[in-house]
């Protein structure tokens, strides 16, 4: 495989996502890869199709094998047994050596996950965990098919706290059905007392023809375009009223955070797992549906659980997509993540990069811009691009008018799947 050969040309330390798709039951929201199962024998297999991966992977490698971040995400991964965490994190350790200051993260579903597999985590390393929650109203639990008590998640929170996890992660989710202004903020607040260092907040995107688990939800209890702004205007009221530092588009953390030291000196990135302070050339993706950005490709795996296991079994990569990246997509990509992560788009920076003037190369996009401009979300200056305090919200919507991708999409009636407000 040749990006995984480019990759190997250098010694720079990496980034490595590994999906772990199982769950107990689905909720109705998930726009995640999953697969709910009961049979013990089904994560066993997988656990030997990761381990049989990562030793690919690890081949074509060669002697590239220092990891700087790594993150399991799901599905539940904490679905796994205290015994199969230990396979798993072995069958990483066993090809790759991390950094000492590595960031080792997981997602943990509260409902599911002990005390005993987070002192397991804890004593090998992982220091990051991201705590799925999305809304503590019991109205909207019981509409999107989860039911997650304030007390039961506070309690692991705790947990966590005393055994000196230095970063936990709350996620939450804004317009699910059933949520208005007074019960969402009640949520909010309650993560604030909790204590959390980082917070996401992601809009629902509710799309029924490709998720078919959502059409259990009841489309008319969704908030409407109005009040799914108010939804997210007030997360942004609370979090910047109680400490927090908004980041990007869609994140919040306490001003001593990593990531808000990463904003003030310009060198936040964001990549397939979020954002990060952890800037890297290269991130593998392992398991089922995993996506990955490494030697100048963005690939994706066969998101098909049985086939994505045999193929790997054959000895195959399960790759079932990829795209090399073009000259235009690296000038598109640096513009959109310096805009997503630093609010920035600095014109000497990019002449400097790619040899390229903004006012010759990006023309049609500037005129885009220009109803962002005139309603102060947005600044032009000679020296270059600045999203306005009051425009953080919409900085996805700016980033978008870059994608070259969707700009071709624009006409097209299928829906996309990353939505906006």
Known sequence: MTALDNASQTDKPLSMYIHIPFCRRRCYYCGCNTSVTSKPEKPDHYLNIIDKELQMVAERLKDRNRLIQMHWGGGTPTYLSEEQLMRLFNSVKNRFVFENDAEIAIEVDPRITTPEQLNLLRNHGFNRISFGVQDFTPAVQKAIGRNQTHEETEKLFNHCRELGFTGINIDLIYGLPFQTVENFSDTIQKVIDMGADRVAVYSYAHLPSIKEHQRKIDENRLPQAELKYDLIATAVEKFLGADYVQIGMDHF?????????????????????????????DMIGIGMSAIGDIGGCFTQNISELNQYMDTIEGGQFAISKGIVLSEDDEIRRWAIISIMCNGVLNFTELKSRFGVSYSEYFAEEDKDLSEFISDKVLNRSDEGLTVLPGGMIFVRNIAMVFDAYLRDRRDEKTPLFSRTI
């Open 253 to 281: 953390a306490r001003t001593d955070d990593e990531l808000v030291k990463a904003v003030g000196r310009g060198t936040l990135h964001r990549n397939f797992m979020g954002y990060t302070s952890k800037l890297t050339s």
